[in-house]
């Protein structure tokens, strides 16, 4: 047998028919198995389907930047709703502020008015200036410059029209009416009255009636008064030398200061403003100067001024964890007047410095009431 028989004869092996059942079956499954075996894909497909993926995945991304959008639009709102909020806060703020400082610097304005004994000034919400009230008679031009310029006043202020210089003219008119109180002529003027170097004995104890304490703001104002003119005198009594030297100097400006410091006390005895636990001890140093007895004097100088405890601050006032230390200042006999405030510490200085002149011009009798 050749070659060729062979092959033929395993080719016919192979090909053998199938059973009946079998061949029905590959018949029906044999569509689906040609899809499943399909090795290739239209690129028309592979578009369309890369199409359609990035169409959604667009639309995702669509969702979410709106989405974000959206989220930041409410937080936007809202955080421009908090700063309305702010802002109107601030605003009212600064209105009540704005509001508090006005009133502040009009009640500074009516009391260095009032200190000055100029006219008050009109309120704010008064009528207009520049037309005459019904009950006001007006006076023409040339006459009321010359009644101004009588009254030594200037004819026309920057900005004041007529009828503004004629309310002025009427309020300078009333003003020179009214009865001033007359001031005296010593080192300080005071609306007080002086009183005889014999009425001048300042009492231990403070006087409880109205007219009693007139009286003792009179005999300290009176007493200040004398040992300031004592002390201007002795200063003018010396040597031309003496007065042009740097010791001569610092005497005359340290006499200067002290009668400029004590203005500020003198105008609390005008208006009875004065605490009695700053007044009594006050009493006590004039009243020991007056027997001479300086040294006590100076004791009660040093309990009012520094008071009986031990120092607490070496500063008027402090930043940090002030509150201890200040609360030392208010204990009963230990409380210490120099550091309540700058004005109160100047007075008392300068007390101290009228107290150390006096033991020189009126010297004590005992030797050891003489301060060091």
Known sequence: MDF??????????????????????????????????????????????????????????????????????????????????????????????????????????????????????????????????????????????????????????????????LRRYRRLVRRSMTPQPKLTDGPIPTILEPVSEVDMKIPTALPKDADGRKFLFRQLASYFNMVLLEWERALARRDVSVKQSLTGRQAYNAMVQSRENLKPLFRKFEKNDIDDTLLEPIMEIVHKAQLRRYVDANDAYLRVSIGKAAWPIGVTMVGIHERSAREKLHQGDQQAHILSDEITRKFLQSIKRCLSFAQTRWPPDDQLQIMG
């Open 4 to 165: 060729a028989s062979l092959m033929a004869k395993e080719i016919s092996k192979a090909k053998s028919p199938a059973t009946p059942s079998s061949t029905s079956s590959g018949s029906e499954q044999t569509e689906p198995a040609k899809t499943q075996d399909k090795k290739y894909v239209r690129r028309a497909e592979l578009e369309a389907a890369r199409i359609a993926a990035y169409n959604a995945e667009q639309e995702r991304l669509q969702r979410e930047r709106e989405e974000r959008q959206a989220q930041k639009r409410k937080l936007e709102e809202e955080e421009a709703e908090r700063q309305r909020e702010r802002e109107e806060k601030r605003r009212r703020l600064a209105e009540e502020s704005r509001k508090k400082r006005e009133e502040e610097e009009a009640a500074k304005e009516r009391e260095r008015r009032k200190r000055l004994g100029l006219p008050e000034l009109p309120p704010a919400g008064e009528k207009d200036e520049s037309t005459l009230g019904e009950e006001e008679v007006d006076i023409p031009d040339e006459e009321l410059n010359q009644k101004l310029r009588d009254l030594k006043e200037p004819i026309c202020l920057f900005g004041e029209n007529h009828v503004a210089r």
